[in-house]
């Protein structure tokens, strides 16, 4: 898939006016950033395009403001330490399209960098509508397409606008393709998957589409727990989703089927709340306490997902097994990371993880750096697993 996408060359792109949509959805506290991680993600795309003497016109969003105009999402606040991070000044137009941003994309030089406006503020946006697709295409002479984890959108700034207009992908785009397209290959195989995370009903499609694709699924977190109440195991006060008990079990017929080995919890850490005075237990299964709750798999779990990775040549990591934002709750998440790390080191493993709460234990854990890949995408990484079909790439290809 990589190799069929189309990559802009200097000709394409030199002393022209490049409409670029990058991902700057940063997380944000009280107006704060908290990462800076994806304005990192596309500074070599940026450069590049400096270098080529491009007119760069970034489009971007920030939060889900429905279609209309919120200030507290306002891509304004973004400008100031994106420009620091590039070290490169951005100037900034409070419009996305009509007047203003014509004017000032129309006075840009070669090397220079515009950001509009949150694209999130105008409805036509999220509704891909021809009027707002063609009104984009209409700001430029040439589009390249740096955001991976918007591609699983089909939204004007990411697939209406390539009717419109000469349409590329960026650097940043076509890595996360080299890395993801070929991990269910039989060159890869056999391939492992680590999935933890709150909710099943979030990941119905993803659990069923890895249990036709991997030799062996991990599953941990709150959804490991909707397994086991339907395994029949009391699990006290724990997160879970009673609703779903059905459904886990279809999915773990569905493994049987599918000769696909399925690792559930064997033990767990266990308290009855997270206060920091709180007593917390190894247990088996059997002996969780009514007034308990599951906050993390047990060593015995650990050590065989560990023994599982050490028989793959490939392992795709998405959601912790515990409550890592909770102390002693990491510990099965943190080792695990080390152990996907120290193979990889090693030669010995080819390793993915996508997701924000993933990235955050494996940096924890500083092993990011030996990690074969950390996916910036969190939907669009999941919906890759899925379907390997993602609206964003399609619109490109075609």
Known sequence: MANTLPRFSKADVHNKTVLM???????????????????EAIIPTLKELINYQAKIVLLAHLGRPQGKPDPSLSLKTIVEPLS?????????????????????????????ILLLENLR????????????????????EVYINDAFAVSHRAHASVVGITKHISSFAGPL??????????????????????????????????LEGLLKKVKTLAIGGGIANTFLLAQGYKIGHSLCEKNQV???????KMAEKENCNLILPLDVQVSRDLSPNSEVNHVALDDIQESESIFDVGPQT???IESAIERCKTVIWNGPLGLFEHQPFDRSSLQIAQNIAHLTRHGRLNSIAGGGETIAVIKRACVAEQFTYLSTGGGAFLEYIESHNLPGINALTK
């Open 246 to 252: 059905s459904t886990a079990l279809r999915l773990i």
């Open 21 to 39: 949509r990058v991902d700057l959805n940063v997380p944000l506290q009280n107006g704060s950033i908290l990462s800076t991680n994806r304005f």
């Open 84 to 112: 620091n991070i590039l070290d490169h000044h951005i100037s900034f137009c409070e419009e996305t399209i009509g007047d203003k941003a014509q004017k000032a994309i129309k006075v840009l030089k070669p090397g220079d």
């Open 173 to 206: 785009l076509q890595k996360e393709m080299k890395h993801l397209a070929p991990i269910f290959s039989p060159e890869t195989s056999p391939t492992m998957a680590i999935v933890g995370g709150s909710k099943i009903s979030t990941k119905i499609n993803l």
């Open 121 to 140: 503020f105008q409805g036509g946006e999220e509704k891909n509508t021809a009027k707002f697709s063609k009104d984009l295409a209409n700001l430029g």
């Open 302 to 304: 650990t050590e065989s």
